[in-house]
T-cell receptor, first 112, second 114 residues
Framework: GAGVSQSPSNKVTEKGKDVELRCDPI?????LYWYRQRLGQGLEFLIYFQGNSAPDKSGLPSDRFSAERTGESVSTLTIQRTQQEDSAVYLC??????????FGPGTRLTVL | GDSVTQMEGPVTLSEEAFLTINCTYT??????LFWYVQYPGEGLQLLLK?????DKGSNKGFEATYRKETTSFHLEKGSVQVSDSAVYFC?????????????FGKGTKLSVKP
């Protein structure tokens, strides 16, 4: 079946602008995760959804970052007033409650 | 807090060489341990996992054993191929072994030469 998809695959924006990144999880996966991978770094956890509630937002780096999820479907990660340090690959993953996480291809964000 | 440390790369090997990528962890409770692989131009894929001490995960000729006494989960393969060239990430599940967020190492880039 279809895997996790993310859009756009690449996004270039100017400092100070807002961006929205989208994730479509695998159908039936109740858990959804957002991670960030900065150049030369490992993956940093951002936020976790179980259904449409977010029991763990501990990784969001600042109040400029927010995320929503509609039911057990699409999620959007919004970054307001982007800064150059926000440049990274943003990865989404989904899973059943007790299974391994499956990752999407990522969105490469470049803030000029 | 919980953390994962893996050997820094890049690692360059000739085809058919033996591969070891070291991974050690610090965690509370009993986390699950994972190896993910990222092939050039592709997304992260789960390579193998182990959920309790002494478990051995294996896939595609790769193996890793969950060693609680040494807090390690080293990745091994007896004979690498050019197609194994990728970045390998060691990870553990969130605090307390829950199925929440994964904590990743920084990744090790492997290049296999013919």
């Amino acid at each position: 079946g279809a895997g996790v998809s993310q859009s756009p695959s690449n996004k270039v924006t100017e400092k100070g602008k807002d961006v929205e990144l989208r994730c479509d999880p695998i159908s039936g996966h109740t858990a959804l995760y957002w991670y960030r991978q900065r150049l030369g770094q490992g993956l940093e956890f951002l936020i976790y959804f179980q259904g449409n509630s977010a029991p763990d937002k501990s990784g969001l780096p600042s109040d400029r970052f927010s995320a929503e999820r509609t039911g057990e479907s699409v999620s959007t990660l919004t970054i307001q007033r982007t800064q150059q340090e926000d440049s990274a690959v943003y990865l989404c993953a989904s899973s059943l409650v007790t299974s391994s996480q499956y990752f999407g291809p990522g969105t490469r964000l470049t803030v000029l | 807090g919980d953390s994962v440390t893996q050997m820094e790369g890049p690692v360059t090997l000739s085809e058919e060489a033996f591969l070891t990528i070291n991974c050690t962890y610090t965690a509370t409770g009993y986390p699950s341990l994972f190896w993910y692989v990222q092939y050039p131009g592709e997304g992260l894929q789960l390579l193998l996992k182990a959920t309790k001490a002494d478990d051995k995960g294996s896939n595609k000729g790769f193996e890793a054993t969950y060693r609680k006494e040494t807090t390690s989960f080293h990745l091994e393969k007896g004979s690498v191929q050019v197609s194994d060239s990728a970045v390998y990430f060691c990870a553990l599940s969130g605090p307390g072994g829950s199925q929440g967020n994964l904590i990743f190492g920084k990744g090790t880039k492997l290049s296999v030469k013919p």
